[in-house]
């Protein structure tokens, strides 16, 4: 199975600041097709994942655009520019190109 | 605006077989792929497996042969079933549309192997 890593797993932010999360594959995730099934999912406390980007960089509808997804191959970064409160949740990305699909293990964003 | 619903007993015991349905609203369950994914604390998100509106499926292999999905296009549902089920099974159970990139529409249920 191809083994998604992220960093940090907890991360502490300042309200207004920025904040990056890191996510690699093991093995390229570019797909026959062309396209890149890397996506990244928010998931509040108590709530069930939410899908921000698919495809390394497309944001879902309703997903603030301080919110953006970007790399290739087997290195991928979410980016928020300016953290709110309501972005307190465990952030994972997730490959769905080579089966079967797998999620990596998370990453806490709280409010230091 | 679409909704995903999972139904099913929150309370199975070892040995036997767990079994899921997800009802559809919003849209069609033609033309579409559904999937099913869990959640435990332990090891987190995994995928269960996904399934085509022809029926046509492709499970996690490390559930091995426990999993059958189908789908009943006439209540527009698709369902999940797990044999065999040990603690470990005990998990968040989520259903969500498409595969490669898929959007959770549903709340979830826990499910607890008991006995």
């Known amino acids: 199975d191809v083994v998604m890593t992220q960093s940090p797993l907890s991360l502490p932010v300042t309200l207004g600041q920025p904040a990056s999360i890191s996510c690699r594959s093991s093995?390229?995730?570019?797909?026959?097709?062309?396209?890149?099934?890397l996506n990244w999912f928010q998931q509040r406390p108590g709530q069930s994942p939410r899908r921000l980007i698919y495809?390394?960089?497309n944001r879902d509808s309703g997903v603030p655009d301080r919110f953006s997804g970007s790399g290739s191959g087997t290195d991928f970064t979410l980016k928020i520019s300016r953290v709110e409160a309501e972005d307190v949740a465990v952030y994972y990305c997730?490959?769905?190109?080579?089966?079967?699909?797998?999620f990596g293990p998370g990453t806490k964003v709280d409010i230091q | 605006q679409v909704q995903l619903q999972e139904s099913g007993p929150g309370l199975v015991k070892p040995s036997e077989t767990l079994s899921l349905t997800c009802t559809v609203s919003?849209?069609?369950?033609?033309?579409?792929?559904w999937t099913w994914i869990r959640q435990t604390p332990g090891k987190g998100l995994e995928w269960i497996g996904f399934?085509?509106?022809?029926?046509?499926?492709s499970h996690n292999p490390s559930l091995k042969s426990r999993v059958t999905m189908s789908v009943d296009t006439s209540k527009n549902q698709f369902s999940l079933k797990l044999t065999s089920v040990t603690a470990a099974d005990t998990a968040v159970y989520y259903c969500?549309?498409?595969?490669?990139?898929?959007?959770?529409r549903g709340q979830g249920t826990l499910v607890t192997v008991f006995s």
């Open positions: 997730m490959q769905g190109t080579h089966w079967p699909f797998t």
């Open positions: 093995q390229s995730l570019v797909y026959s097709d062309g396209n890149t099934y």
């Open positions: 495809q390394v960089s």
């Open positions: 919003g849209a069609s369950i033609d033309s579409h792929y």
């Open positions: 399934m085509y509106d022809n029926g046509d499926s």
């Open positions: 969500a549309r498409f595969a490669r990139d898929p959007e959770f």
